[in-house]
C-alpha cells in the first residue's frame, strides 16, 4: 500500500519534470523551502533547485547538489541512513535521472541509478 502510493506519487512528480521539460523551463525553484526527509536533527530542503542537508533550525548548512539549469528533488536517506537517493530533470530532457550519494557527501560522489532502483531502495 505505501509502496504504491509512493510510486504514485513519483509518478506525479514525473508528470511535473516532464511539463517543466516541454514548457522549456527550468529554475523555477518550484520546491523552494520544501523539506523532503528529516533524520535526527537534520533535514533535506530544496533551496533554488539543489537539495541542502541543514539541522533542523536551518544552522549548519551544507549544499548536496550543484545543479544549474535542473530541478533536484524526491530526496531520501536510505540503507539505514548511509545514503540518499534523489531526482533530477532539466529543461533539455523528458523525464528525470536518479542518483545515489553518501548522506554525507555531495553531487561529486553521485552515481546514477536506474528508476527501478530509486524506487526500491530502503
Known amino acids: 500500500m ?10 506525479k512528480l514525473c508528470c511535473v519534470f516532464s511539463l517543466i521539460a516541454l514548457s ?49 528533488s ?12 534523489y531526482g533530477e530533470a532539466n529543461s533539455n530532457q523528458f523525464g528525470s535521472k536518479y542518483y545515489i550519494i553518501p548522506a554525507e557527501g555531495d553531487d561529486a560522489q553521485k552515481k546514477e541509478i536506474t528508476e527501478q532502483e530509486f524506487l526500491g531502495f530502503r
Open 74 to 85: 524526491s530526496a531520501r536517506y536510505v540503507v539505514d541512513g548511509k545514503y540518499i537517493v
Open 24 to 72: 522549456g523551463c527550468s529554475g523555477l525553484g518550484m520546491f523552494n523551502g520544501y523539506t523532503w526527509t528529516q533524520k535526527g536533527e537534520y533535514k533535506i530542503i530544496t533551496r533554488n533547485d539543489d537539495l541542502y542537508l541543514e539541522r533542523l533550525d536551518g544552522s549548519d548548512s551544507k549544499r548536496l547538489t550543484h545543479t544549474p539549469d535542473k530541478i533536484s
Open 2 to 11: 505505501i509502496q504504491s502510493t509512493i510510486h504514485k506519487s513519483l509518478l
